[in-house]
């Protein structure tokens, strides 16, 4: 069977037209066979009807039966449609949860990224205050150098501050060189 729709024939067009033109013809071909008069009598009239019950009920069978079989092959081209929707339907479907899955995972990763810039971010502002630091104890010790200098304890101990201070720089920007370059071969700039 075909996927098409069904076009009308030309005996679907003209049916009733074709019914009612065959129904004439008998009942022309009867009066004609038997002189068209009209009987008065009872057998007659009897005999008529078994004539036209005998030649218009199988005709009307069989267009019924026709008609049946035309409606099923229209049912059936409409169930073939359907399903054929229903399958586009589904695979739209499929197509929707896997787009919805994959923005998902594009979101989680772009949560991640910025996770990962906050945490830069947060290095390169403790970085910079560590960098104050620093550079605010270098310029107190030379000036506790110039005040003091015979309070060897409080140098000292501005110099413990100095070196801490370095220790931490070092690895803050060891921590930051290394995400940086992590970030930059994951998400390469075009």
């Not at 098409?4 to 009942?27: C, D, H, N, S, W």
């Not at 004539?51 to 092959?73: A, C, D, H």
């Not at 399903?83 to 995972?105: C, D, H, I, P």
């Not at 015979?150 to 501005?158: K, L, P, R, S």
Request: charge should be negative; proline fraction near 3%.
């Amino acid at each position: 069977m075909s996927d098409e729709p069904m076009k009308e024939t030309f005996i679907q067009k003209r049916a009733p037209y074709l019914v009612l033109i065959i129904i004439t013809g008998l009942m022309a071909l009867y009066f004609w066979n038997f002189n068209g008069a009209i009987s008065g009598r009872q057998d007659a009239w009897g005999q008529f009807g078994d004539y036209v019950g005998g030649l218009i009920n199988p005709m009307i069978g069989f267009i019924t039966v026709w008609l049946l079989t035309v409606s099923m092959r229209q049912n059936h081209l409409m169930l073939i449609q359907a399903n054929k929707e229903l399958e586009l339907a589904r695979q739209a479907l499929v197509n929707a949860k896997e787009m919805q899955a994959k923005t998902e995972e594009t979101m989680a990763e772009q949560v991640r990224i910025a996770d990962q810039t906050r945490d830069i971010n947060n290095a390169i502002a403790l970085f910079n205050r560590q960098d104050q630091t620093y550079i605010h104890l270098q310029n107190k010790l030379n000036a506790d150098r110039q005040i003091l200098p015979t309070n060897a304890e409080h140098i000292n101990h501005i110099r413990k501050q100095i070196e801490t201070c370095e220790v931490m720089l070092h690895h803050l920007g060891f921590i930051l060189t290394y995400e940086t370059e992590r970030l930059m071969v994951k998400y390469p700039v075009p």
